[in-house]
Nanobody
Framework: QVQLVESGGGLVQAGGSLRLSCAAS????????VGWFRQAPGKEREFVGV????????YYPDSVKGRFTISRDNRKGTVYLQMNSLKPEDTGVYYC????????????????WGQGTQVTVSS
C-alpha cells in the first residue's frame, strides 16, 4: 500500500506558477505510476497528467500540455506537478493518485489517492 499527501496549493494570479508536491509513504513507491487530477466546483474530475514508475515517461492532456510538467524523485518518495502560465480555468482541488503497472488517464483505475490541495487562479 501507499499513502499520499499533497501540498503546495494556494492562490496565484493568472500567468503565475505553482509547484505541487505529492509525498508518498511506503517502501514500494518507486513501483507506482502517479497521476494528477483536478476537480473544480460543479465539474467532473479531470485528468491533468501522469508519470510512470521511474520518471521516464509522462503524458498530458492538451489542456495542460506545454504548461504543466510532472517529475518525481523516488529517493524522496515525492512526485511534483510544476504548473506554469496558470489560467483561471486551472482552478480546482488537485489530487495525486497512484497505481501499479502502466499508467492510466482514468481516475477509477487508481486505488490510492491523496486528500487534495486547493489551487485558485485569479484573473
Amino acid at each position: 500500500q501507499v499513502q499520499l499527501v499533497e501540498s503546495g496549493g494556494g492562490l496565484v494570479q493568472a500567468g503565475g506558477s505553482l509547484r505541487l508536491s505529492c509525498a508518498a509513504s511506503g517502501r514500494t513507491f518507486s513501483s507506482y505510476c502517479v497521476g494528477w487530477f483536478r476537480q473544480a466546483p460543479g465539474k467532473e474530475r479531470e485528468f491533468v497528467g501522469v508519470i510512470n514508475w521511474n520518471g521516464g515517461s509522462t503524458y498530458y492532456p492538451d489542456s495542460v500540455k506545454g504548461r504543466f510538467t510532472i517529475s518525481r524523485d523516488n529517493r524522496k518518495g515525492t512526485v511534483y506537478l510544476q504548473m506554469n502560465s496558470l489560467k483561471p480555468e486551472d482552478t480546482g482541488v488537485y489530487y495525486c493518485a497512484a497505481r501499479v503497472q502502466y499508467y492510466s488517464v482514468y481516475g477509477s483505475r487508481y486505488p490510492y489517492w491523496g486528500q487534495g490541495t486547493q489551487v485558485t487562479v485569479s484573473s
